[in-house]
């Protein structure tokens, strides 16, 4: 065992453990549920700390020894890719004071290790006056939050790609394929099924669109602004070239902020964020229930859409098989709109130079993000790149419906349309076969009317 101390007195600590005693105070008041720190925010947090390193070395604060012993320790931490010393709730209080204590000491032990020197020895590395050297936890959380949102941005992105894709694979291959299409859950005017998936691959579209500009919105950091944004302890020549490192560190378009005592007291930005991802969240709900909706039954439902089956629904029902993944999609999206409301009331309950409730917000905005990648690249994958239509149930459905005689009342005129339904609730004749019959329309005028490229250039018509 050894023995730490800091203002509150001493602790003792296993002698393997690479946390010291800040982070077994936060261990012992926070407690340990089994949760731990968004792994890619653990990233962005050591290379915050390797760029501070880096420009405390070649601005002469910090020796080459030390310098190389806490980047090592970093680069060792980073390879791993693997972040077990990192212990403490993310939902300590202290606006994440213990993330911070807990990340220094862990590079300060490791940085002693490669030193061939004790765990411990603080004398020669020590966590506070080294690794946090012009550091506060108020500048470094922040950066390290909004390091790893950027990051997380990016693969949101890949995965909006790929669905995106996917369903415009489906709009070409459904294009020529004409089906009911519904308001308030009731037979209105035919569409293509085509169609259908042009407007989900749109909003999709748009969610790209809106994750792209989201970098935007967090690029801008107050790293060297320390406690609360006044860059109190930190050189000016520091607070200019750590921006410079992080970002050569994280190959992101990043920027330090104008205004850093704004940027280290409002949140403003990364609510806004938080917002754009919850769209994406509705825009996929909204496709997921679509989906499971029209592919209901099959034998009693909707049916027109089959998903591709991915395990079996029942303990009891042979052979029956659930939508999943759009119910793992819309559970998803339920969630991700839960966590931006929080997320909003945090942010807006923040006092003065800081928000102390920062960890509530950086670990539900980051759980939206990794969420919703995982659901959006889940439901590419194993539902809409594999779905298809039964064309026999969507011919049936349309057929049967008086959405085509709707249709048609434009070009026969609504008192002939009147006639006809009322003929088709007691005929058994289909309703091409009566117009036909009635002589109101020849069958080539009928089919060319109703053909699928005629109602998709529909909106297109001067």
């Known amino acids: 065992m050894r023995k730490e101390h800091d203002s509150l007195g001493g602790l003792e600590l296993p002698d393997e453990s690479m946390y010291g005693i800040h982070t077994a105070r936060a261990l012992e008041n926070f407690g340990d549920i089994g949760q731990r720190h968004d792994p890619i925010f653990v990233k962005a947090y050591l290379l915050v700390k390797k760029a501070a390193a880096q420009a405390n070395a070649e601005l002469g604060f910090l020796d080459k020894a030390r310098a190389d012993a806490i980047s090592g320790a970093i680069d060792a931490m980073l390879a791993r890719g693997r972040f077990d010393d990192i212990v403490v709730n993310p939902m300590s209080g202290g606006a994440g004071t213990s993330l911070n204590m807990n990340v220094n000491e862990v590079i300060a032990n490791r940085a002693l290790v490669l030193s061939g020197r004790e765990k411990g020895d603080y004398a020669y590395i020590h966590p506070l006056d080294h690794v946090n050297m012009h550091q506060s936890t108020n500048d470094t959380y922040p950066s390290a939050l909004k390091v790893a949102m950027l990051m997380h941005l990016d693969a949101l992105e890949d995965v909006l790609i790929k669905l995106q894709e996917s369903l415009q694979e489906k709009e070409k291959a459904f294009a020529g ?11 209105a005017l035919p569409i293509t099924a085509g169609m259908q998936f042009a407007a989900y691959a749109e909003a999709v579209a748009r969610d790209r669109w809106r994750i792209f500009k989201a970098r935007e919105r967090i690029k801008v950091l107050n790293i ?6 006044t860059g109190f302890n930190a050189p000016q020549k520091y607070i200019f070239l750590v921006i410079e490192k992080l970002k050569l560190l994280t190959g992101l378009a990043i920027t330090r902020a104008e205004n850093m005592v704004d940027a280290t007291q409002n949140l403003d930005a990364i609510v806004e ?19 499971r909706m029209l ?24 052979g029956k098989v659930n939508p999943v993944m759009c119910e793992f999609a819309s559970q998803t999206g339920l969630l991700v709109m839960g966590f931006d409301n929080v997320v909003s009331q945090a942010a807006a309950l ?14 539900l905005v980051l759980k939206e993000m990794a969420l919703l990648r995982l659901a959006l690249g889940r439901f590419e994958e194993k539902l809409v790149r594999g779905l298809d239509l039964n064309r026999d149930r969507i011919d049936a459905n349309l057929t049967e419906s008086v959405a085509i005689l709707t249709y048609l009342s434009q070009y026969i005129g609504h008192d002939a349309a009147a006639r006809i339904y009322r003929m088709m609730k007691q005929d058994t004749r289909a309703l091409r076969q009566i117009i036909l019959d ?18 998709r250039m529909m909106g297109y018509r001067k």
């Open 350 to 363: 923040g006092n003065l130079e800081l928000n102390q409730f920062f960890p509530l917000v950086a670990t």
């Open 224 to 229: 060297g602004g320390t406690a609360v944004g």
């Open 295 to 318: 592919s209901s039954g099959p034998t009693g439902g909707i049916g027109e859409v089959v998903l591709p089956p991915v395990q079996e629904g029942s303990s009891i029902m042979p």
């Open 438 to 455: 009635e002589k109101i329309l020849t069958g080539q005028q009928f089919d060319e009317l109703v053909s699928p490229e005629r109602i």
């Open 273 to 291: 964020v938080s917002g754009l991802v919850r769209t994406c969240a509705v825009n996929l709900m909204k496709i997921s229930e679509d989906l």
């Open 177 to 187: 394929v004409l089906k009911l299409g519904r308001t308030e859950l009731m037979d």
